[in-house]
């Protein structure tokens, strides 16, 4: 090999080496400047053991409203649980959302009783009273602290009946739904210790936990309602074939 040659080669070899360089840092710009999802999607997994429940949950009868009440253009009395499931907690005293329409009710009654499987079991049974916004949207109704604690492994059955002129009556306007309290696994334990509150919302929904996923996801919009990404974090789950509630998933939140 002469001299000129090699310096042809050594040439060659240098401007391949810066070409690589530049191809490489750029590269690692692009990957720097690229957007970050900052905000996970939420699934909501039914959780393997659920069993479909068919008798209680979703929208009150289209017919069904307060005498004093205008006829109602949009969505009607409406638990937020998935169609057909049963849903779970970690809590031993849960937060359960329900949509309300334009009512001019200013009292709700909410009751929570355990399922057994047996009428002569005694039951555990609570019942309270909520005020109601006065305008319509989606409100959270958390089980007062004098109510007794759900336990581990048992199933509770809740409804929520709106008190037309202050009258509790078996026509009023209503919605029930389940919840079973579980067990929080070691898994889930750490995660949740690593995560940010989104995350662990979307955490709560990859575990079947959908009172803690929803409500947690509810928490952070009422404390940022501005937030466009919450929004379709929160539009996207009740969207979701798993959870059905699209007829909500544009209601506001309100207290």
């Known amino acids: 090999m002469t001299f000129k040659n090699f310096n042809k080669q050594l040439i060659l070899l240098l401007i391949l080496v810066e ?11 692009a990957k720097e400047n690229a957007p970050i999802n900052k905000n996970p999607k939420i699934v909501f997994k039914p959780p393997e053991s659920a069993k479909p429940r068919t008798s209680v949950g979703g929208a009150s009868r289209r017919d069904e409203k307060c005498p004093e009440d205008a006829q109602q253009i949009g969505p009607f009395l409406t638990a937020v649980i998935p169609a057909n499931q049963q849903a779970l907690t970690l809590q031993d005293h849960p937060t ?18 355990e399922e057994t499987s047996s009428s002569s079991n005694k039951q555990q049974h609570y019942q309270t009273f909520f005020p109601l ?8 109704l958390k089980l007062p602290a004098d109510a007794f604690d759900l336990q ?18 078996p026509d009023n ?5 389940t919840i079973e309290r579980v067990a929080l696994s070691s898994t889930l334990t750490e995660q949740l210790k690593q995560a940010k509150p989104l995350e662990q919302a979307a955490l709560y929904g990859e575990f079947g936990l959908w009172y803690d996923a929803i409500n947690t996801l509810a928490k952070l919009r009422e404390a940022d309602p501005n937030n466009s990404e919450l929004m ?10 798993t959870v059905g509630l699209n007829m909500l998933a544009k209601q506001p939140l309100v207290h």
């Open 96 to 113: 359960v959302l329900v949509y309300l329409p334009a009512t001019s009710t200013e009292v709700a009654f909410f009751s929570i009783t």
């Open 232 to 241: 379709m974090v929160w539009q996207d789950l009740l969207n979701s074939a």
């Open 173 to 177: 306007p209503s919605v029930a739904g």
């Open 133 to 140: 916004p006065k305008k319509a949207g989606i409100i959270r």
């Open 152 to 169: 581990i492994g048992k199933t509770y059955k809740w409804s929520f009946v709106m008190m037309c002129n202050n009258k509790l009556r």
């Open 19 to 29: 070409s690589v360089t530049i191809i490489y840092s750029g590269l690692l710009l």
